[in-house]
Structures are given as structure tokens and as C-alpha cells.
């Protein structure tokens, strides 16, 4: 079966950086659409970035020139590069590949 095992999240200060990756497993990675979101405590789940089939990819404003997204399709993993943290960046992370959801990792930002 499909299964998306998160890693990477953790505390760390305002400023500092985070790589977020998600390892895909059980299905054709490569031919997958892929995607990071976010929930913070008592907010609905926040779209971040999309990286298509074609290697394009699109990020929300709120992420945008901070957030990278990228894939290694030979490891089957899915990133989220994430620098300039914020306190608003604290939040549980999920990836998405193949409209499968990953079990999200928690990101937490000290001011």
C-alpha cells in the first residue's frame, strides 16, 4: 500500500532553517504530483507549494522566496526546504504525492 513517512521537523529559533522530507513508497513517484501544506493550532489546513510532474512549482505568498520544494525522484522523497523561519511558520507540516497525505511533522518557531 501507499505509504509517506514525514521527517525533519523540530524547534527552532526565528531566523533559522529547516528541511522537511517525505519518503513515498507504493507508488510510481516519479509520475506523482507533489505537494507541502501546513495546520496551525485552531486554523484550517494552509496550502504551501505544488512541484507538477513537469518541475514546475508554485508557492503560496506567504512562503514564497523563504520555502523551496524539490524531489529526488531516484530516493522516492519529496523536501521542503525552509529558511528565514518564522513564529507564524509553527505549525504541523504534510506532504501530498499522488493526493496521498503524509502524517506531518511539527515545525515549531521560537521568537
Known amino acids: 500500500q501507499v505509504q509517506l513517512v514525514e521527517s525533519g521537523g523540530g524547534s527552532v529559533q526565528a531566523g533559522g532553517s529547516l528541511k522537511l522530507s517525505c519518503v513515498a513508497s507504493g507508488l510510481i513517484f516519479s509520475r506523482c504530483g507533489m505537494a507541502w501544506f501546513r495546520q496551525a493550532p485552531g486554523k484550517e489546513r494552509e496550502w504551501l507549494s505544488n512541484?507538477?510532474?513537469?518541475?514546475?512549482?508554485i508557492y503560496a505568498d506567504a512562503v514564497k522566496g523563504r520555502f523551496t520544494i524539490y524531489r529526488d525522484n531516484a530516493k522516492n522523497t519529496l523536501y521542503l526546504q525552509m529558511n528565514s523561519l518564522k513564529w507564524e511558520d509553527t505549525a504541523v507540516y504534510y506532504c501530498?504525492?499522488?493526493?496521498?497525505w503524509g502524517q506531518g511533522t511539527q515545525v515549531t518557531i521560537s521568537s
Open positions: 501530498k504525492v499522488c493526493l496521498n
Open positions: 512541484l507538477n510532474r513537469d518541475g514546475t512549482s
